[in-house]
């Protein structure tokens, strides 16, 4: 009985001292010199540095030497490019439509031509980049956008795949309409034809959209089909002998912009304009934007290394470097007049203890 009771006594003694032998031995917590628990308790070793005045000004100093010469740069190249902007939708509308903006566009037997005269404030050294610009019109909306169908778009084999596409997907009986959708419904269909003293000033349209557009998301093999058939036409037509991957004014249009006022490339002057020449533009005002309140302008704009003329990235240049040197300044005077003593870094937790056990 003694011996049984030592015995008991014994064992209990044991499973109060290890309650769970069997997870002790299963443990699979790393050891402490492991990378892996050294990475999974941020213990690697890590730069840590400590921003002392001489950093802070440093830095502000560094930014604002840098920035400020790019600024400059920046700001003088966008002034060297020479722009005409030429607002047309209101002076090409006859006197007598006046308060009928919406009966003279729609109806196809008025006459849409209408002719302008720019004069060239500078020399313009080509290529001239011609554009067209609408404002107020939403190519971001929603709906508009998802109106598409890039697998048609792509390839032949694509042609039926037109559920993204209503209202304009089918043309009735004669089958799917290539391409579909409303950006390529609303295609712009204004032009212009450029003269200086009587001399035609020819315009590229080659090369204007982006080549991995034309190469990779326009097939060479889907050609334009059933196209602006309906009843009510939205835009330009497409000749439909031509691929798509060659009918570059729809690429170029097909890449929606992302606010309301927006350029599109229409193509390049290729000959170069002397200063105050005047040119003569005949355009057929073809484009609705009245019934929506929007506006037309006609752009003609040299380039430089940073595009088109825009004073907004020179001036965030500038302002950010005047700013990180009034700042070094300042904290310099701060620095000078009101010194502080700075702590010694050796009593930080990470210098008294740096495995942090």
Not at 56 to 74: C, E, M, R, Y
């Amino acid at each position: 009985m003694a011996a049984r009771g030592e015995t008991s006594s014994a064992g209990g003694n044991d499973a109060a001292q290890d309650p769970f032998p069997s997870a002790q031995k299963m443990s699979k917590r790393p050891k402490s010199k492991q990378l892996g628990f050294q990475f999974t308790q941020q213990e690697l070793p890590a730069c840590k540095p400590i921003l002392t005045p001489g950093w802070v000004i440093t830095a502000f100093i560094l930014v604002g030497v840098v920035f400020i010469p790019i600024g400059l740069a920046s700001l003088l190249a966008s002034k060297r490019v020479v722009e005409i902007v030429d607002r047309y939708d209101e002076d090409c509308i006859p006197q007598s439509f006046k308060n009928k903006t919406l009966s003279y566009i729609q109806d196809d037997k008025t006459n849409k031509t209408c002719t302008r005269s720019l004069v060239v404030p500078k020399q313009m050294k080509s290529p001239i980049y011609v554009y067209y610009q609408l404002s107020n019109f939403y190519q971001n909306h929603r709906r508009y956008v998802k109106s598409r169908s890039d697998e048609q778009l792509r390839s032949k084999d694509g042609e039926r795949k037109t559920n993204t596409c209503e209202p304009e997907a089918f043309a009735g009986d004669k089958g799917p309409i290539v391409p579909c959708g409303l950006i390529a419904w609303s295609l712009f269909n204004d032009t212009y034809k450029f003269s200086v003293n009587d001399t035609v000033l020819d315009v590229n349209k080659n090369n204007i959209a982006w080549d991995s557009d034309r190469k990779h998301k326009f097939g060479s093999d889907v050609y334009p089909k059933n196209f602006q058939s309906g009843g009510l036409i939205g835009g330009a037509t497409l000749d439909s002998s031509i691929p798509l991957s060659e009918q570059e004014d729809l690429i170029v249009w097909m890449r929606t912009a992302a606010l309301p006022t927006f350029r599109k490339l229409y193509g390049k002057i290729e000959v170069d304009l002397e200063v105050n020449k005047t040119i003569t533009v005949t355009i057929q005002n073809n484009y609705n934007t009245y019934d929506f309140g929007g506006k037309k302008h006609l752009v003609l704009s040299t380039a430089s290394w940073i595009g088109g003329k825009n004073d907004f990235l020179g001036v965030a240049y500038l302002a950010v470097g005047g700013i990180c040197l009034f700042l070094a300044i300042a904290f310099i005077l701060v620095y000078v007049l009101v010194p502080r003593p700075l702590g010694d870094p050796s009593y930080l937790s990470w210098n008294r203890n740096p495995a942090g056990r």
